[in-house]
T-cell receptor, first 114, second 114 residues
């Protein structure tokens, strides 16, 4: 069974700073996908960024980038130039190739301080 | 909005009541999901439907009964619930089951069982 661990229940940073959220996972599969989802206080969860395990290049989406270390089973999210709208719960998630079951971590509550 | 709507947004029910949660997606997706989100716990997948056929029920108690009349609508029928069933229930949809397809989430129904 897959597990996803987010070891930082809460974090806070000043606006415009850079913050990194950590995520580790455990799996015996070789082909899989990793996601970071964001859940703002309004509760609608949206996808932030996605990484295919077979790709060595780290995914980036504007201010969001990941550090994917397959051997270490680590998948951290870096948010650059943080903005007040980045305040949210962030969930790391894993899904095996061909599988519909997303496995989520417990989340990190990120607060951006003005 | 992500194209996935849920009603009601809030629900308070007694343990002897029967109620239903509704989810509708306007994205043309073929797969729909029910998740349970409890505080400080990972999201728990409850049910998966693909092309209106249930493909996963994840050992959910029978007091939760899903229904998927078509690919755009998903219901969760509730009866004789327990206080520990109080949680945020999230609906999601995706293009089809299985990775790498992103799941789009609704805003959730906050359920309180008294």
């Amino acid at each position: 069974a897959q597990t996803v661990t987010q070891s930082q229940p809460e974090m806070s940073v000043q606006e415009a700073e850079t913050v990194t959220l950590s995520c580790t996972y455990d799996t015996s599969e070789n082909n899989y996908y990793l996601f970071w989802y964001k859940q703002p206080p309004s509760r609608q969860m949206i996808l932030v960024i996605r990484q295919e395990a077979y790709k060595q290049q780290n995914a980036t989406e504007n201010r969001f980038s990941v550090n994917f270390q397959k051997a270490a089973k680590s998948f951290s999210l870096k948010i650059s130039d943080s903005q007040l709208g980045d305040t949210a719960m962030y969930f790391c998630a894993f899904v095996g190739f061909g599988n519909e079951k997303l496995t989520f971590g417990t989340g990190t509550r990120l607060t951006i301080i003005p | 909005e992500t194209g996935v709507t849920q009603t009601p947004r809030h629900l308070v029910m007694g343990m002897t009541n029967k109620k239903s949660l509704k989810c509708e997606q306007h994205l043309g997706h073929n797969a729909m999901y029910w998740y349970k989100q409890s505080a400080k716990k990972p999201l728990e997948l409850m049910f998966v439907y693909s092309l209106e056929e249930r493909v996963e029920n994840n050992s959910v108690p029978s007091r939760f009964s899903p229904e998927c009349p078509n690919s755009s609508h998903l219901f969760l029928h509730l009866h004789t619930l327990q206080p520990e069933d109080s949680a945020l229930y999230l609906c999601a949809s995706s293009q089809e089951k299985g990775s790498p397809y992103e799941q789009y989430f609704g805003p959730g129904t906050r359920l309180t069982v008294t």
